[in-house]
């Protein structure tokens, strides 16, 4: 069949850009699903899938469009088409890369090689991330491409999931490999380099030098021993390589060196900053069966063991062990100064005071470590793809995530850490974020905060979930064509997702409502969920939607039998069916938003009740008064033909008389 | 019983005047033989109505009287001209026509009052029937429009 040339534009992306689903590309942006793309028929993009639950970065995706450099696949265009099974899909297009992947031709690289090809190149790129407020977050070996030997490597796309969620553990500093994959959050260049120098050492040695190691033991010895010797443990390095690396796995990001540096490599290998070693206890501490001997291992061992923690931090056992074996005196008051805190703050029986006492402890003794929460580690900038995450693969998950919000624990954390964010601002942003999740009309906070957080989470609804929709204005039209592929059935109108979507993308003449709506769930107020619709198809100008306004008629057909009425059903329905056929919505909530008609019923169906009464009345009265009537009309009866009898009696009487 | 009966109000004894008209029908006997005997032959069927009819109004007995008597009051005026006697009275009885006459308009009123009891009673019906008919046509209409019920057979 034959596209129309509306259906053919709306088929591309960003106007442009056509996918060809035949030619899927497996290797140019693993582990995502790619295919071939091209603009006005030449081919040379690609289309990198979005998946639900890892969304695409917002942000990044409008920062970067316009990059200068050739060093990198920029995101040129994103948007939902429609794929072969007739589902729609959201496809970020960048251009196609421009050869295999490092990984593919995995091999040792000759440091000149190292500077020239990779350092330099990635250096200039960075600084073109870093001077647009952007970092990549998906340097790894599988997403860096080179068109022939000895030619500048190409960094691959990195904007259609949350920041780093595909990093490979060692590849990433320890602040952010113990985060959950969708948490790493959008970090800071410095992040960047870190994972650029673990790549340099890679291809430096031709293998990744921790494998076999579990991650666990990597991340554990990157605390215990620094990045560096983790990392690189006993391989050699090209020894003018050694200072450069080590610089760039600075487990303190203020220590490496910045992208502008390293584009000039001698200069970058010449920086040194020491770092001040970590204070370490002359005997461990043992929490959950892991041995802490520096704070940064006891903030990791909180992490992992919060059950056993809790306790040793309450009874002063961690305490003890920072004023005795760590020496350190400051940050043992502030444990103790939090353990107190928890005690006044013993109002929750669930245990989150305890898990507030764990987040703060672990800001405390490790102010470079990530929020954590019942276990969970995120950075605050990721929890909305964390959450999104979550509600998708791990509920569990997801509730504890949430709580992070209404328990406004990155204020908390703030606080404690020091340094970072202003406290007040936090708090402040922590405010909003409760408001958020706990303001929701819909009962449905997680999905709202989620919705809120991050603009390019779609809306999960069933109704829409062949359609890919991230922004209000495409809602209707997602509906739209729901309605016009399958029948009603027994779904709402506005089922909770497409409410909480509309809700935290939200507009406030829809408020009204949407407060009507919060309590509906149960049992579905149809009229608000109508004239939900009908405002947002007002507001947003959208064209007729004749199959959801049948969908919609459909729905609301019961309403009408909250008239009594049954001429007034009936013409009721004429008209509704007449509207639905004119796809506009507002005139049908109108019609069952008319006053004067509900009050006419009221006031017909109280005359007709009345007369009714009336009627029975007679008709009782009537088989009692028959035999009464009855006689009075006989007697009538005779009277009259007594009557006649009289007056031929006078007229016989004249005759006799005068005759 | 007899507390019943000794609590029950006392009737009080209809007073009769059978014995009055008695008397006044055996003066006339004997003073005007003659007119007694006319109205009394060409009245006959009124008067036996009369005492046959049960009721207080007598309704049959008095359309036949009123006829009866339309019918006698000629046959008076000729007996009086001819002196009002016994025998011109039984001469004037012995024409059948007279008595005939007289029998058939009390007939007449007899059947006139039949009719206007069945008359009556048929127009009352038609008349019911009618405003019955709009009563529950109206009722049902009601119920049909206002309710979910369907209106009773």
Same mark, same amino acid.
């Given at each position: 069949m034959a596209t129309s040339p509306k259906e053919a534009a709306a088929a591309l992306i960003g106007g442009l850009y056509a996918v060809d689903? #035949?030619?899927?590309?497996?290797?140019?942006? %693993? %582990?995502l699903t790619t295919y071939a793309a091209s603009r006005g028929g030449v081919p040379g993009f690609m289309a990198v899938a979005v998946s639900r639950g890892w969304p695409a970065r917002g942000r990044a995706l409008g920062a970067v469009?316009?990059?200068?450099?050739?060093?990198m696949l920029p995101p040129v265009a994103h948007g939902p088409t429609t794929m072969p099974g007739g589902e729609t899909g959201y496809f970020v297009i960048c251009p196609a890369p421009p050869g295999p992947s490092l990984l593919a031709n995995l091999r040792a690289w000759p440091e000149a090689e190292l500077t020239d090809f990779v350092l330099k190149p990635m250096a200039l790129a960075l600084g073109e991330l870093q001077a647009r407020d952007v970092t990549h977050r998906a340097i790894r070996p599988d997403n860096l491409f080179q068109s022939a030997p000895r030619t500048p490597v190409t960094l691959g796309c990195a904007w259609a999931t949350p920041p780093a969620c595909h990093q490979p553990s060692w590849m990433e500093p320890a602040y952010s490999a113990v985060c959950l994959p969708a948490g790493?959050? #959008?970090?800071?260049i410095a992040d960047d380099v870190y994972s650029l120098g673990a790549l340099m050492v890679m291809l430096a040695l031709g293998a990744n030098p921790v494998e076999g190691v579990p991650d666990e033991e990597v991340l554990r010895n990157k605390l215990e021993f620094g990045s560096y010797s983790a990392i690189v443990g006993n391989h050699r390095l090209p020894p003018i390589l050694v200072d450069l690396v080590r610089g760039m796995l600075a487990d303190d990001p203020e220590h490496r060196p910045s992208p502008a540096l390293l584009a000039n490599p001698a200069a970058a290998r010449a920086r040194r900053i020491a770092a001040r070693p970590a204070r370490r206890a002359q005997r461990p501490i043992e929490v959950g069966g892991q041995h802490a001997w520096t704070s940064r291992m006891l903030a990791h061992a909180l992490m992992r063991a919060p059950n056993a923690a809790s306790p040793m931090l309450r009874n002063g056992t961690i305490d003890r062990w920072l004023r005795r074996g760590v020496g350190d005196v400051t940050a043992a008051s502030a444990i103790d100064e939090a353990a107190r805190m928890r005690d006044a703050e013993v109002l929750a029986a669930d245990g989150k005071a305890d898990a507030m006492l764990i987040t703060r402890s672990i800001a405390l003794l490790d102010p470079a470590a990530p929020l954590v929460w019942r276990g969970l580690a995120i950075w605050p900038d990721g929890l909305a793809n964390a959450l999104d995450n979550a509600l998708h693969f791990a509920p569990e998950q997801a509730e504890a995530l949430a709580e992070i919000a209404t328990a406004q624990v990155p204020t908390a954390w703030v606080e404690k850490r020091g340094g970072g964010r202003d406290a007040t601002v936090s708090r402040l942003e922590g405010l909003e974020t409760r408001h958020w999740f706990t303001g929701s009309r819909t009962g449905a906070g997680a999905w709202r905060l989620s919705y809120h957080l991050n603009p390019m989470v779609p809306c999960e609804s069933p109704a829409t979930a062949r359609a890919w929709v991230?922004?209000?204005? #495409?809602i209707l039209p997602a509906l739209e064509a729901t309605a016009a592929r399958s029948p009603r059935g027994d779904q709402p109108l506005v089922d909770r997702q497409i409410a909480t979507f509309i809700e935290a993308r939200r507009d406030e003449r829809l408020d009204v409502d949407l407060s009507r709506l919060a309590g509906a769930m149960t049992a579905p107020d149809l009229l608000s969920q109508l004239r939900l619709l009908a405002r947002l198809q007002g507001k947003l100008s959208t064209t007729d939607l004749p199959n959801l306004s049948r969908w919609a008629a459909d729905a609301v057909q019961p309403m009408l039998q909250h008239f009594s009425s049954r001429s007034r059903r009936q013409r009721l329905a004429e008209r509704l069916s007449a509207l639905a056929q004119a796809g506009q919505l507002a005139p049908m909530a109108a019609m069952l938003d008319d006053e004067p008609e509900q009050e006419s019923d009221k006031h017909g169906l109280a005359g007709a009740k009345a007369r009714l009464a009336e009627i029975e009345a007679a008709l009782a009265e009537w088989s009692e008064l028959a035999e009464i009537k009855a006689a009075q009309a006989r007697r009538v009866g005779h009277e009259v033909a007594d009557g006649v009898g009289l007056l031929a009696c006078v007229v016989a009487l004249g005759f006799a008389v005068f005759g | 019983m007899a507390k019943a009966s000794a609590s029950a109000t006392p009737a009080v004894p209809r007073r009769s005047w059978f014995w009055l008209q008695g008397v006044i029908c055996g003066v006339a006997v004997a003073v005007v033989p003659g007119t007694a005997l006319m109205i009394g032959v060409l009245m006959a069927p009124a008067f036996a109505t009369y005492a046959m009819e049960q009721g207080k109004t007598r309704p049959l007995a008095r359309g036949m009287m009123l006829r009866g008597a339309a019918c006698t009051f000629m046959p008076l005026r000729v007996l009086w001209e001819h002196g009002g006697s016994l025998d011109a009275s039984l001469d004037l009885l012995s024409d059948p026509g007279r008595p005939l006459l007289a029998w058939t308009a009390c007939g007449a009123g007899w059947l006139a009052g039949q009719l206007a009891d069945i008359l009556t009673r048929l127009a009352l019906d038609a008349r019911s029937a009618r405003a019955l008919r709009q009563l529950t046509q109206e009722r049902d209409k009601l119920i049909v429009e206002w309710t979910d019920e369907q209106p009773p057979k």
């Open positions: 689903f #035949d030619q899927p590309m497996p290797n140019a942006a %693993p %582990p469009s316009n990059l200068g450099t050739p060093h790493r959050g #959008d970090g800071r991230v922004r209000l204005a #495409d | -």
